[in-house]
T-cell receptor, first 116, second 110 residues
Framework: ETGVTQTPRHLVMGMTNKKSLKCEQH?????MYWYKQSAKKPLELMFV???????ENNSVPSRFSPECPNSSHLFLHLHTLQPEDSALYLC???????????????FGPGTRLLVL | QKEVEQNSGPLSVPEGAIASLNCTYS??????FFWYRQYSGKSPELIMS????GDKEDGRFTAQLNKASQYVSLLIRDSQPSDSATYLC??????????FGSGTRLSIRP
């Protein structure tokens, strides 16, 4: 148990559905992240919310939309996904300082997503 | 050139031996380096973090960092079957994000 929870743990959705993934961290961290992990590919950083800034990977399609209402909660809204979006979606958090070295990220258990 | 490179393996090591995992990175200004262990079907879990040149030891694990050579390694002493997993090298880049290598699959044979 790392202090980062994710729901749901498994999700099956059709290409026309809209769903949201939720992440919550209980560590008092100020930065949260969404990663995608596909088979035989490196972990791919999708979005970062750190020190009230949002950083995004420009290669992420617009059908993925993040929301971070506060430092403890992070959502990933999904709509009109494609089968190739099937993957493990991981949330992580860390405690960052401006201009400082980055401290460790702690990962949630992930949401296994299957798009049919 | 990939930003973070790891040998994908599998790396097979006999039980009780030292497993050596290597990682090279391209961003010279990187300051933070992480090793994660990931069992099949599970999320990554932190093994070691290192920020300064030299060695950092924690139990059976030793991380080694050489910023001049842009090289970070993880040594696992007295390897156990439970160490069999994929090991991910993560490097905090100047673009305010962690870049991960593709991971090295380690197999400890009894």
């Amino acid at each position: 148990e790392t202090g980062v929870t994710q729901t749901p743990r498994h999700l099956v959705m059709g290409m026309t559905n809209k769903k949201s993934l939720k992440c919550e961290q209980h560590l008092g961290h100020n930065a949260m992240y969404w990663y995608k992990q596909s088979a035989k590919k490196p972990l791919e950083l999708m979005f970062v919310y750190s020190l009230e800034e949002r950083v995004e990977n420009n290669s992420v399609p617009s059908r993925f939309s993040p929301e971070c209402p506060n430092s403890s909660h992070l959502f990933l809204h999904l709509h009109t996904l494609q089968p190739e979006d099937s993957a493990l979606y991981l949330c992580a958090s860390s405690q960052d300082r401006p201009g400082g070295v980055m401290k460790t990220q702690y990962f949630g258990p992930g949401t296994r997503l299957l798009v049919l | 050139q990939k930003e973070v490179e790891q040998n994908s393996g599998p790396l097979s090591v006999p039980e009780g031996a030292i497993a050596s995992l290597n990682c090279t990175y391209s961003d010279r200004v990187s300051q933070s380096f992480f090793w994660y262990r990931q069992y099949s079907g599970k999320s990554p879990e932190l093994i070691m973090s290192i920020y300064s040149n030299g060695d950092k030891e924690d139990g059976r694990f030793t991380a080694q960092l050489n910023k001049a050579s842009q090289y970070v390694s993880l040594l696992i002493r007295d390897s156990q079957p439970s160490d069999s997993a994929t090991y991910l090298c993560g490097v905090y880049s100047s673009a305010s994000k962690i870049i991960f290598g593709s991971g090295t699959r380690l197999s400890i044979r009894p």
